[in-house]
């Protein structure tokens, strides 16, 4: 059988750093020839590969959507060469890439898995080396025809997974969705659906950043704070309430936000808790927040919510059009 092919994006991340006096550093070329030189990624099983690193590379704590785009492009320009994509990326913002990128795919008949390590290859014990291989494996031989992320033997959708995890192996989780596939003894498919190979032509929607600001609420938030938040300009506010998606009942707090929507900004209200969905019709603090013209983000992770807000800013489209999608399952990142 003919082997399979597979474009490798390389952006940085620990995955491919190295060790200076200023702490963890990307370093120029160290990765592509430690892959290339392991004779585990070049074993008859595994499928043929090309590295394309990024100049420069970046810690994803510097990621934007200027690279969410370029990522996106690089993709683009090598669809029809390739049989899957797996891009190297930072654990810090990883779910936000690729959240990004499953809203700015459209037709995707290939699989893009984002992975990359938390100890750098060049270390002891590093977790680079299963991510990577794993990814290769699975965008190969089990193509599911979206953007996920691999981590720690779990292929979660890319716009359901969230960073849980700041210094262990486990650093993904996927709350409100199971795995599409589970890597043990054997490759265990669980939400994810195979697809056939077929050329469909991919659209990539260009995406800009947005004047987008996150509310975290808490005991006793004044008024004040909420209003050096919600400026003129912001264009999406993500609220991020208690529990189902309540907040105090301050009438001061809710005119600011009734105003805000009135004037066209998009509320969009997640839960802080990490499971579960909002619903406003629960309680009378919630109901309030409807009332002022917030909308349910549903049981979203607010990288999906984010990246949303920034790619439907960035098309031509109506006020009304961008509140109905934000309450829409597009890319099967919420769950109506
Ligand atoms: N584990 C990592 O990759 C963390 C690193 N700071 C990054 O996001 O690029």
């Given at each position: 059988m003919k082997r399979k092919k597979i474009y490798i994006a390389y952006t940085g991340g620990t995955i491919g750093m190295k060790q200076s006096s200023r702490g963890y550093v990307p370093v120029a070329g160290y990765l592509t020839e430690t892959v290339k030189n392991n004779a585990e990624f070049t074993r008859e099983e595994m499928p043929l590969f090309d590295i394309h690193e990024y100049?420069?590379?970046?810690?994803?704590?510097?990621?934007s959507p200027h690279h969410w785009q370029q990522i996106a492009d690089d993709i683009k320009s090598k669809y029809d060469q390739y049989d899957g994509f797996v891009v190297l990326h930072g654990t810090d913002t990883m779910a936000y890439t690729a959240s990004a990128l499953s809203f700015m795919f459209?037709?995707?008949?290939k699989p893009v898995i984002v992975t990359g390590s938390q100890?750098?290859?060049?270390?002891?014990?590093?977790d680079g080396q299963v991510n990577l291989l794993n990814a290769m494996y699975l965008a190969a031989n089990y193509p599911i025809a979206e953007v996920s992320l691999f981590f720690n033997n779990q292929l979660f959708r890319g716009n359901r997974?969230?960073?849980?995890?700041?210094?262990?192996?486990?650093?993904?989780?996927s709350p409100n969705l199971s795995p599409l596939a589970q890597s043990g003894i054997n490759i265990q498919l669980i939400e994810g659906k195979l697809s056939p190979y077929v050329e469909q032509s991919l659209q990539v929607t260009p995406i800009k950043s947005q004047k987008i600001a996150i509310l975290y609420l808490y005991p006793g938030i004044s008024v004040d704070m909420v209003k050096s938040v919600i400026?003129?300009?912001?264009?999406g506010l993500i609220l991020l309430s208690f529990g189902v998606g309540n907040a105090p009942q301050q009438p001061e707090f809710l005119e600011i936000l009734k105003s805000a929507t009135d004037k066209g900004t998009v509320i969009v209200n997640l839960t802080q808790c990490i499971q579960g969905q909002v619903n406003m019709g629960g309680y009378a603090t919630g109901n309030a927040l409807l009332n002022c013209g917030v909308l349910s983000g549903y049981d979203m992770t607010l990288e999906a919510c984010l990246t949303k807000l920034h790619y439907l800013f960035?098309?031509?489209?109506?006020l009304e059009t961008v509140r109905h999608l934000m309450q829409d399952n597009m890319r099967g990142e919420l769950t109506r």
């Open positions: 100049c420069p590379l970046i810690d994803s704590s510097d990621m459209e037709n995707l008949t100890i750098p290859l060049s270390q002891l014990r590093s997974a969230t960073k849980a995890h700041a210094d262990g192996f486990n650093a993904f989780a400026t003129e300009d912001v264009k960035s098309q031509n489209l109506e």
